[in-house]
């Protein structure tokens, strides 16, 4: 019993032709120097870079940065701004030689899309953190205290749990 052969469709001319160019790439990539070599492979590193990520995250990158300061991108809305200028943000400005003028108006500042960079000093930052770390605390607490002062008026002969220790804090003892 012998097999018989299915015939194969002969190739289109697109398919021939990738064929042929990945026959040569490969011939190609023996040939190569070291440094030849090297260049193609930070080239395919560049590439699966933006194809994983894109380049919008390296623009947002912050070029040699200040250790006395932070940084934030900030969206370019009047009140976003005005609450950053506020807290004690300023805008960064570029200086003249920077090449990389996709999106910019003309004022200097540091822009990309509809971002623009703003810093503050560390100090500063430190202590808006730390206010925003205290409010967090206070609206968490609220509910506790609302919810104790209404369960204590509506039955209070009745105990309330209270593990937390908010009543005592509150001056609440059952």
Known sequence: MTQERIPVPPRSNTEQKVAARREGLAAT????????????????AKLAQVLQRGMVADRLK???????????????EDTEMERHLALGF???MEDGSTKNRLHDTGD???RVGDVVLMSTSVENYELIQQVRMDQKAKKST???EEYLRRARSARPDVPILDPLGVGQKLGMED
């Open 90 to 92: 300023a805008l960064e």
């Open 29 to 44: 990539r023996e040939d190569k120097t070291p440094e030849e070599a090297e260049t193609l492979a930070q080239k395919k």
């Open 108 to 110: 200097n500042r540091c």
């Open 142 to 144: 609220l509910g506790k």
């Open 62 to 76: 912050v070029k040699n940065p200040d250790p006395d300061k932070v940084y934030e991108w900030i969206r370019e």
